[in-house]
């Protein structure tokens, strides 16, 4: 699965953001997807996940009511909506393709794309 990021950009606080990842290869409908970032100095952070079949979620809890993952795989993208932005959501997003149990998405990476940079001004 090669995947593909793009979206980011600069907003302002409380502005609205979507990242979408295009994803290739015939195995992506079989994967979870994720959406993690990356602040700067810090380590890499889960921010939210989605099934292989859409049917389930998770979210960090410093995302949760403020981001929206969804998936289309007849069109193999997964787009992570982003409301009511903070300045502290400032990272790199990387998109991400898992293949274990999906309660383990977050541990389980097997391919990443690569970043794009969101940043929130005050």
């Known amino acids: 699965v090669q995947l593909q990021a793009s979206g980011g950009g600069l907003v302002q606080t409380g502005g609205s953001l979507r990242l979408s990842c295009a994803a290739s290869g015939s195995t992506y409908v079989t994967h979870h997807m994720g959406w993690f970032r990356q602040h700067p100095g810090k380590e890499r952070e889960f921010v939210s996940a989605?099934?292989?079949?859409?049917?389930?979620?998770s979210y960090a809890d410093s995302v949760r009511g403020r981001f929206t993952i969804s998936r289309d795989n007849a069109r193999n993208t997964v787009c992570l909506q982003m409301n009511s932005l903070k300045p502290e959501d400032t990272a790199v997003y990387f998109c991400a393709a898992a293949s274990g149990p999906f309660a383990a998405t977050a541990y389980s990476v097997s391919y990443w794309g690569q970043g794009t940079l969101v940043t929130v001004s005050s």
């Open positions: 989605i099934s292989s079949s859409g049917g389930l979620r």
